[in-house]
């Protein structure tokens, strides 16, 4: 068995036993049934809450306000990247504070963002794109630096143009990186956007947590918690799925 084949084969384990912990723990008493909801019991609340229609407003107002903090996160994270990656000065500047970074939680200035931008959307926006860029930023400047001297040579003896051996050489070569920073973007996104959510919206998946949390319906609860986790993996796959488009044209 090839190791890919491995790797996916351990995976699936993973997932049934995860699963099936979710559905027997509380039934036979290994987690109090307060704490935990048998997972059948979740899926058929969220597919009565989804046949009548409950989800779909707060279940569209994540997903738009995800995929906007996480596109800003992409469109300023990866040239600010690559103005760092050009100018080393700055970047050795920066580093100590980028490296600090989330040691203080972005969310902690949500009381400065309602002053400045108000209630709503644009707060929310805010905090889930401050808690993404800077995964962003450090990881396209750090694939590009580390890009193996003997890369660029070949594209002078290639006679690349400046153009050619960005896409070609450089890119290719740092791509890997760039994506991994994009990959996190996605989780810091949906992470800033739902827990800001829960005091900042009158909408939204995790208003609707925290609505259910505090009415004692943990089956509606759990329900809205599975959507966050479609939510984020579906963004997930197609930025998976992007990367392997954008690496096969780049090479």
Do not use: C
Request: proline content about 5%; hydrophobic content about 55%.
């Amino acid at each position: 068995m090839s190791h890919r084949r491995k790797v996916q084969a351990a995976r699936a384990i993973a997932l049934v036993v995860g699963l099936a912990f979710l559905e027997l723990g509380p039934r036979l008493g290994w987690v109090d049934r307060l704490t935990l909801v048998p997972l059948s019991e979740v899926l058929r609340s969220l597919h009565a809450q989804l046949v009548q229609g409950k989800l779909t407003e707060h279940l569209g107002a994540s997903a738009v306000t995800v995929v906007t903090a996480f596109g800003l996160a992409v469109l300023t994270g990866v040239p600010a990247g690559l103005l760092l990656w050009r100018l080393p000065k700055v970047r050795a500047l920066l580093e100590p504070y980028l490296a600090s970074y989330y040691a203080v939680p972005v969310f902690a200035l949500y009381p400065l963002l309602i002053s400045l931008l108000g209630m709503g959307y644009l707060p929310i926006v805010a905090i889930a794109w401050g808690w993404s860029v800077v995964a962003v930023v450090v990881n396209t400047a750090v694939g590009f630096t580390q890009v193996r001297p003997v890369y660029r040579k070949l594209a002078v003896t290639l006679r690349l143009t400046p153009w050619q051996t960005f896409r070609h050489i450089l890119f290719p070569a740092a791509a890997p990186y760039v994506f991994n920073g994009i990959k996190l973007a996605v989780t810091y996104s949906v992470i800033g956007v739902i827990a800001s959510e829960f005091i900042l919206a009158p909408r939204g998946l995790g208003w609707l947590i925290s609505y259910h949390y505090n009415n004692f319906s943990l089956r509606e609860m759990y329900a809205a918690l599975a959507l966050v986790l479609v939510l984020a993996t579906g963004i997930y796959t197609a930025v998976g799925r992007a990367e392997r488009a954008v690496r096969r044209r780049a090479g």
